[in-house]
């Protein structure tokens, strides 16, 4: 089965399952596909969806550096991989979408089939 993560780029439009705008892609981190490794598969800004290897500990650090997301759901984040959503409005907390949270991706737009409320919140 393909990761729907590699679908997924830099800018596209995210629209949650009521069909509500939430904000559009800041960046997309791949799955660790053999997570006994201490490097990992990422689609980082600046490398425009190319992958290159990454410590996990650095990964970590600049993925939630300023975001208060408990531990444990950091290390799921990063297992899977997850597309972080630059949210949309001024005070609105950016967000974090999981794959399976993923309904489809199609031309410029990623639908889920989760609320807002229900991704994971950047604080």
């Known amino acids: 089965m ?13 629209v949650d399952a009521q069909g509500d705008e939430i904000g559009t892609v800041e960046w997309v981190k791949m799955s660790d596909e053999d997570p006994t490794t201490p490097e990992t598969e990422t689609a980082t800004p600046g490398t425009s969806g190319a ?3 990454v ?3 650095d990964l970590i650090a600049d993925a ?8 444990t759901l950091q ?3 990063l297992r899977e ?3 972080r959503v630059d949210a949309k409005g001024l005070f ?3 967000r974090y979408i999981l794959p ?5 991706v199609s031309n410029e737009r990623v639908t889920l089939n989760a609320s807002r409320d229900e991704l994971v919140r950047s604080e």
């Not at 939630?64 to 531990?71: G, K």
């Not at 399976?100 to 489809?104: A, F, H, K, L, P």
Request: charged share 35%; net charge neutral.
């Open 100 to 104: 399976d949270q993923i309904s489809s």
């Open 81 to 83: 991989g997850f597309v």
């Open 2 to 14: 393909t990761n729907i993560l590699n679908k997924v780029r830099e800018g596209m439009r995210v």
């Open 51 to 53: 992958r290159r290897a």
């Open 55 to 57: 410590d996990l500990t």
């Open 92 to 94: 609105a907390a950016d």
């Open 64 to 71: 939630f550096r300023t975001d208060d997301v408990p531990e």
């Open 75 to 77: 290390g799921r984040l």
